[in-house]
């Protein structure tokens, strides 16, 4: 006899396993957890997935990682030739693709979570370094664009790794601990203008 499956109930699975993976991480989550969040028992749950990997990619896509991955590019690459930030006007590349790339975060938030910090064990447990990577490689054509060229000394190549590795795990926390458009809005912008400000000091 044919199964038939709800969408009511898959969604309420899909909402569940995204909640649980971005609390617990990939690792640590179990499906007895998901289908208990989900109010679903857990025979029922693997007639949806028949593991938690196959749940996780479902979830946690190649096409999530390359939409995130290509607007954090096209933002950086705003920067070209801008000196100060603070004189954008609204319609500039910068402002307009920093709110594309909001809405992106605001609309995907856990999957953002899951994807940026709580990967570890699936395909996409590198992601992070890869994003660390990108920006780094980025700041340093943008410094560079502006007659500032990056240290190459280890030293200096360390600190601006750290820094962010910083604002990745940044973005991460207040993702996860705001729910409210409003307060990540709010919390973005702050650390934004220290970010840009810090990082600014360090290529002058």
Do not use: W
Not at 51 to 73: C, G, M, P, Y
């Amino acid at each position: 006899m044919a199964q038939y499956l709800k969408n009511d109930i898959q969604e309420r699975i899909a909402a569940a396993a995204l909640e649980v993976f971005a609390a617990r991480g990939y690792l640590a989550a179990g499906m007895a957890q998901i289908a208990e969040r989900a109010g679903v028992s857990i025979g029922n749950l693997y007639r949806y997935y028949e593991n938690k990997q196959v749940l996780f990619e479902a979830l946690i896509t190649r096409r999530l990682a390359h939409d995130f991955s290509a607007l954090l590019r096209r933002r950086v690459r705003s920067l070209d030739g801008v000196e100060d930030i603070r004189r954008l006007t609204p319609d500039a590349p910068y402002r307009l693709v920093s709110e594309d790339l909001l809405r992106f975060c605001v609309d995907h938030r856990l999957q953002v979570v899951v994807l940026l910090g709580r990967a570890h064990g699936t395909r996409h447990q590198a992601f992070r370094e890869r994003v660390v990577r990108d920006l780094l490689e980025l700041a340093a054509q943008y410094a560079a664009g502006l007659g500032r060229p990056v240290s190459t000394e280890p030293a200096a190549r360390f600190v601006l790794r750290r820094i962010y590795r910083n604002l990745v795990e940044a973005m991460v926390d207040l993702l996860a601990r705001f729910q409210t458009e409003t307060s990540i809005r709010r919390a973005v912008d702050d650390y934004s203008k220290y970010h840009l400000a810090g990082l600014k000091d360090l290529l002058a």
